[in-house]
């Protein structure tokens, strides 16, 4: 029992260790392949109500974004059916995705 316990504390110690209170300039990939989120590609993903959100995978990290239009309410544009993926959201990255 007492394994289960430190693996539990290793765990929390670890996942606290990314929390590093980054206040830089959060426009910019700090990954492997650090480089300006305009130059990921985008793609939408349709969650199960029908409204969109943008994402991006550039291989080991993620960006989900819900679509608003201008006055700031959700886009559901009927571009897909409810949870699908559709354009190019792994594009952009060297860093291969195993999934």
Request: some cysteine; charged content about 20%.
């Amino acid at each position: 029992m007492k394994s289960t316990g430190a693996l539990w504390i290793a765990a929390l110690a670890m996942s606290l260790a990314g929390c590093e209170g980054y206040n830089g300039d959060k426009t910019v990939d700090r990954g492997f392949d650090a480089k300006d989120l305009s130059q990921l590609k985008a793609g939408i993903w349709v969650d199960p109500n029908g409204c969109d959100h943008w994402i991006i995978d550039d291989g080991v990290e993620g960006y989900l974004s819900q679509r608003l239009d201008r006055n700031g309410k959700p886009v559901c544009s009927g571009v897909a059916p409810p949870n699908t993926v559709v354009g190019p959201f792994k594009s952009g990255s060297t860093v291969a995705d195993v999934i």
